[in-house]
């Protein structure tokens, strides 16, 4: 087939059928000129021409040079790139080489983030079915699904992904499974019936099928109302493109902190020059003093910092199954107040469990072992007879972990296998003689089975109220025939739905022969009642512990789903995310709220239910409105637009399609909701560690810049030559800051609350601590500069070598104390950070080379220090780490009082 357009979202009048879910069948064939034998070859040719290929498109595809040059837009990187230019001119060809390695990987990184944006698109269009089975001018053939056209007919069976959006126009028994869709863990019965209401949900619309669905059960036919992006999975395919990309509060907070550095750096450069200017120094010296100043301030590794500290965060994540797909989204998780989780396999194990079971009379029960009904002649028959009906009465196929077939008849199938009733042995005890298929118009199915004395045995299952309603009588759980209680049914029918479950129950009927073929009113009346069964796809048992911390994190975690409303609140309250109905929404309300009305309801909603694609995005958004920062988690493909619109999407490894996959920032590779806790603490260790690097090394600029700048003020000389301000703003911002990104989380790192989404980088007293501790540094080395140049006199290499050993020195103190905000490192311990405790050392011994190795003394204008000069300049370094140690001790009282008055009240 050659290569065609894909069909618009908007299909031309003459073949467009507004609605087709309330039409009957007829009316919708004769709207789009066809008829159950189907199209012929050359019309519907013809309308693949006119209208296009059942695709999605693949867009405009952005090249690698337009990624590549996107990513030298960034402020910071430009300011990066001058700083390598200026080395480069003053010879540091070594900074030259690191600053350009650093906007390199920052590219790199760049490009394959929006490479792989590209590829959530081309999942998409994978998804859709490849091949379709038509009828063409009354033939049944096989074609490419991209040849479909509104107006041809489909066949559609089991196991077959619904190839195009369709209107019913047969249905026999036929089941589609539609969680991708909707969230909807049960399969869907379809029928032919039009539905009344034009804007009902999409699980509610049984009489389509739409594309990317899959049959599970039963067979039907329909005609194509929809290809293209003129399906439902279209619509989410424009959604996803136009969901856009968002940046991260890391990307927004260093963008805003590189523009303030840059103002800051262009002002000092001005201020030395001028000072310089006016105490008579040489104009070429003080240029390039004031520019090597300017090149110390900007702290070049900070982005490398950043990326190693995500790497390290990600490749510690990968042990706990979380793979991290764009490495800022570590920190983003960090920040976010909100999680936004689908239900169905995310909460839940994705699987129809039978959580409960009561004896004809409405008595609870546990299924009796077939072992010991075996051993124990007529011990709890009623329990044996309702095991053995969930055993026999279903079509499920295959053996253990492979079972097929309907979720609903594979939870039977499994709970009489737990409880011994195994059907490959009771099928050669009561073979199956007859079956009446389910149908909705008898919501029943019914299975008969030889007797080994003779006779027959008829199982039917089906809702609990209509069994009920066809029971003459019922059986408790030792097998006596008792009346049936409407009252005790009716009670334990609300009570297991108000718990989520879905309630269906079993009769039988003891038959001498088998009734005329095909006749469902000799099998299904006169039933005697043999149990109930109350149906969920359960939390899974750890998602609860999950939920309680995110909420202790001050995380709020909000169930977002396209499944009933009485499901989604049962399983939201045995989580502990919702407590009472009024915290939930579902879609059709949620349709009729004004968007001011609902971001002004938005932050108290915890539970949606049958919401659809476009809502779930409305509700990030509305959330991202207040100021929220909101995470999105999910395995559908109609959690796709969300998930690329959130902050941070987490896509389910396991269960999750591909399309969510490649549209999420994250993925859980066990599909474990618990793990996202630890991707949190994760991502607040690697912020706190990326923001104790620049309390650091701007801490450690500051020092420099008041050094320079107070010397002139107090009549002494600039005491710091430009080789002496790079080689600290080289071996200060290298290895000590990089070390700083493996500092293990503080122990509080999870009972605090999330970031303040707007707030500043230099918070929580970080600006405060880069002006004091600054000035006390530059202090310190003022101090050593007046001191040391009384006794050298006019020998002005020496002094400097002091003044330059003491700022070195202080910074590798203040290092070590700022691995903690609050703890004493006496309390962390120097080997808990031994890439830290490795780097100081390896400063240490790289500024003594500069000062005792001979060939590099005239490279750094240095000279030896005496012995006892030295132990000044040493004990003058500490200054600095033991004034940031009793800082943290005020601060560790402050809180305690705090706690104090806070249990007191």
């Not at 081309?122 to 074609?143: C, D, F, P, Q, W």
């Not at 299975?447 to 039917?460: N, R």
């Not at 080689?727 to 509080?748: C, F, Q, R, Y």
Request: proline share 5%; glycine share 10%; net charge negative.
């Amino acid at each position: 087939m050659s290569k065609l357009t894909p069909a618009p979202a908007e299909l031309p009048d003459e073949f467009a059928v507004g609605a087709p879910h309330t039409r009957s069948a007829d009316d919708v064939l004769a709207a789009l000129g066809s008829s159950p034998d189907g199209l012929t070859d050359a019309e519907s040719a013809r309308r693949l021409d006119e209208l296009g290929a059942n695709t999605l498109p693949e867009g405009e595809v952005r090249t690698i040079p337009a990624m590549v040059l996107d990513q030298f837009k960034d402020f910071l990187i430009l300011l990066l790139i001058g700083a390598a230019i200026i080395s480069g001119v003053l010879g540091e060809l070594a900074d030259t080489i690191a600053i350009i390695v650093i906007v390199l990987l920052n590219a790199v990184i760049g490009v394959v983030q929006e490479y792989r944006a590209e590829r959530a698109m081309e999942a998409l269009r994978e998804m859709a079915a490849e091949t379709a089975t038509v009828r063409r001018g009354g033939r049944t053939i096989e074609i490419h699904a991209a040849e479909l056209a509104p107006g041809d007919i489909v066949v559609l069976d089991a196991g077959r992904v619904v190839p195009a959006d369709m209107r019913l126009i047969e249905s026999a028994g036929l089941r589609v499974a539609e969680a991708a869709l909707t969230g909807e863990s049960l399969a869907v019965e379809k029928h032919t019936d039009p539905i009344a209401e034009a804007d009902a949900p999409i699980g509610d619309r049984t009489s389509m099928a739409y594309r990317g669905t899959q049959v599970v059960y039963g067979r039907g036919v329909g005609v194509v109302t929809g290809t293209g992006l003129a399906t439902e999975l279209g619509k989410i395919a424009h959604l996803l493109g136009a969901s856009g990309d968002t940046k991260t509060p890391l990307q927004k907070r260093l963008a805003q902190f590189g523009k303030q550095l840059a103002l800051a750096a262009l002002g000092l450069c001005a201020i030395v020059f001028i000072v310089g200017m006016v105490q008579g120094g040489d104009v070429l010296e003080m240029f390039i003093t004031a520019v090597a100043l300017a090149v110390a301030a900007v702290p070049e590794a900070l982005p490398a910092v950043a990326t190693i500290a995500l790497a390290l965060g990600a490749s510690r994540l990968v042990k706990t199954n979380t793979l991290v797909r764009k490495l800022p989204a570590v920190e983003t998780l960090g920040s976010v107040t909100y999680i936004c989780t689908d239900k169905t396999g995310t909460l839940t194990v994705n699987r129809m469990t039978v959580e409960h079971v009561a004896a004809g009379d409405a008595t609870p029960m546990t299924l009796t072992p077939a072992s010991r009904a075996t051993e124990e002649t007529g011990a709890d028959e009623g329990a044996q007879w309702l095991g053995r009906a969930l055993a026999l009465s279903n079509d499920v196929a295959g053996q253990d972990g492979e079972l097929v077939g309907d979720p609903t008849e594979v939870a039977f199938y499994v709970a009489a296998e737990q409880a011994g009733y195994v059907r490959s042995a009771l099928d050669a005890e009561f073979p199956r003689a007859a079956e009446l298929p389910f149908d909705s118009d008898r919501k029943l199915m019914t299975t008969v089975h030889a007797l080994p004395g003779g006779g027959y045995v008829s199982f039917t299952k089906g809702a609990a109220e209509t069994i009920v309603e066809r029971s003459i009588d019922a059986v408790d759980a030792s097998g006596a025939r008792v009346p049936v209680d409407a009252a005790a049914a009716s009670t334990l029918i609300d009570a297991w739905s108000a718990e989520g479950l879905r309630v269906l129950a079993f009769g039988m009927r003891l038959l001498d022969a088998l009734p005329a073929e095909g006749d469902p009113v000799a099998l299904e009346r006169e039933l005697t009642l043999i149990g109930y069964t109350g149906l969920v796809d359960p939390p899974r048992e750890e998602a609860r512990d999950a939920v309680h911390l995110c909420k202790t994190a001050g995380i709020i975690p909000v169930m977002i789903t396209g499944d009933h409303p009485a499901t989604a609140l049962a399983i939201a309250k045995r989580l502990g995310i919702a407590d009472h109905k009024e915290q939930m929404l579902t879609g059709p309300e949620l349709d009729a709220l004004s968007l001011e009305d609902f971001e002004g309801r938005v932050e108290g909603i915890r539970v949606y239910a049958r919401v659809a694609p476009e809502q779930k995005l409305k509700i990030v958004q509305a959330l991202q409105d207040r100021g929220e920062y909101v995470a999105m988690t999910g395995d559908g493909v109609n959690d796709a637009p969300a998930l690329a619109r959130a902050d941070i999407g987490v896509a389910m490894g396991v269960t999750g399609t591909d399309v969510a996959k490649e549209a999420a920032d994250m993925v859980l590779l066990d599909d474990n909701f618990s793990s996202i806790v630890l991707s949190v603490g994760e991502g607040r260790r690697i912020f706190d560690n990326i923001r104790k690097f620049i309390k650091y090394t701007m801490t450690s600029n500051s020092g420099e810049i008041w050094t320079i700048l107070l010397a002139p003020l107090l009549g002494m000389p600039i005491p710091l030559l430009p080789i002496h301000i790079l080689w600290i703003n080289l071996v200060t911002d290298g290895l000590p800051g990089l070390a700083l990104a493996s500092e293990p989380h503080e122990k509080n790192i999870m009972s605090r609350p999330p970031r303040a989404p707007k707030e500043s980088i230099f918070a929580d007293g970080l600006g405060t601590h880069l002006i004091w501790v600054g000035l006390l540094m530059g202090g310190a080395s003022l101090f050593t500069q007046a001191w040391s140049m009384q006794r050298a006199g006019e020998h002005d290499l020496y002094w400097r070598t002091m003044v330059f050993t003491v700022l070195c020195l202080s910074q590798m103190g203040h290092a070590l104390a700022v691995r903690s905000d609050r703890q004493s490192l006496f309390g962390l311990g120097l080997l808990s950070n031994k890439p830290l405790l490795g780097a100081v050392l390896l400063t240490f011994a790289l500024q003594m080379a500069t000062i005792y190795v001979p060939f590099l003394q005239p490279v750094f204008k240095t000279e030896a220090l005496s012995l006892v000069d030295l132990g000044i300049a040493l004990a003058t370094a500490t200054v600095v780490f033991w004034a940031v140690e009793i800082e943290k001790t005020f601060k560790r009282r402050r809180d305690a009082r705090t706690e104090g008055g806070a249990l007191a009240a």
